[in-house]
């Protein structure tokens, strides 16, 4: 279906990195990225290179089959290896659209997630696409419906990244940056990453007039929740 994406915009630059294929290793669980900055991973391998193909394009598409309801493996080693960025979001310019693929049932779950993080992430998020794919042969009226399905999506995300309509801060966003700032700041040597990250943001992880209520209603869930941590 990426390959497909491919050959039906051919004016636009679509590079398909195939995670699978390509010299990505899993996640040691060192934490060093999340603490002490991402350039102290110590796996060395192309992780530089998918973060340049993201940071440079105005999209991203990230597919999964379904495997036990949930994404491949690989790509939840993606989501760990780019923990980092759950602390310090990143993409706020950039559209994110999902796409899982299934044989049966069990894609919500996926779906739910790969929206979760890439939001977490930063990302402005499209309307997921989940493909039922028929194991064996498919019938051709299938194949089509799932092209007319992606091209669609793939539309909206087109439009999305044209207008430059981002998503307005939310509730799960605010919070969170609470908690990372506070925690940060009480273990600046720990966690150093996040701390100069942190420490010169106030409200939101960038410049944002947000509703006062919406604000005080944020930190105080966040206060409440930082309270169960002492
Ligand atoms: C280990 C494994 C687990 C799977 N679990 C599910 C599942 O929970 N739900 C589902 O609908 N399909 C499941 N499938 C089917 C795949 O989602 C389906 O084969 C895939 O999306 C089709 O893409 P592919 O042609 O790249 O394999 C599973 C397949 C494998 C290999």
């Known amino acids: 279906m990426l390959?497909?994406?491919q050959e039906n915009y051919p004016d636009i630059d679509i590079k398909l990195l195939k995670l699978s294929e390509m010299n990505f290793e899993f996640c040691k669980g060192?934490?060093?990225?999340?603490?002490?900055?991402?350039?102290?991973?110590p796996v060395k391998d192309e992780r530089d290179?998918?973060?340049?193909?993201?940071?440079?394009?105005?999209?991203?598409?990230?597919?999964?089959?379904?495997y036990s309801h949930m994404v491949s493996a690989t790509l939840k080693n993606f989501f760990?290896?780019?923990g980092f960025y759950a602390h310090r979001p990143q993409f706020?310019?950039?559209?994110?659209?999902?796409?899982?693929?299934?044989?049966?049932y069990g894609g919500e779950y996926?779906?739910?997630?790969?929206?979760?993080m890439l939001s977490v992430f930063g990302f402005?998020?499209?309307?997921s696409l989940e493909l039922q794919f028929r194991p064996g042969k498919m019938p051709e009226k299938n194949k089509i419906l799932n092209l007319e399905k992606t091209i669609k999506a793939v539309n909206t995300l087109i439009e999305r990244i044209e207008k430059g309509e981002k998503d307005k801060p939310q509730m799960g966003m605010m919070v969170p940056f609470h908690i990372f700032?506070?925690?940060?700041?009480?273990?600046?040597?720990?966690?150093?990453?996040?701390y100069e990250y942190y420490k010169d943001k106030e409200d939101y992880y960038y410049e944002a007039s947000i509703p006062f209520v919406k604000k005080f209603l944020a930190k105080k869930v966040a206060n409440k929740i930082i309270a169960g941590f002492d």
């Open 3 to 5: 390959k497909s994406i």
């Open 30 to 41: 060192c934490y060093v990225c999340v603490k002490k900055g991402e350039d102290r991973c």
């Open 49 to 66: 290179l998918i973060i340049r193909e993201m940071m440079e394009a105005d999209g991203l598409i990230l597919a999964s089959p379904v």
């Open 80 to 82: 760990d290896r780019f």
């Open 92 to 104: 706020f310019e950039k559209f994110a659209m999902p796409i899982a693929t299934c044989s049966g």
């Open 110 to 116: 996926a779906i739910e997630y790969m929206e979760k």
């Open 124 to 127: 402005n998020i499209i309307p």
């Open 181 to 194: 700032k506070y925690v940060s700041a009480i273990d600046k040597d720990v966690m150093s990453a996040d």
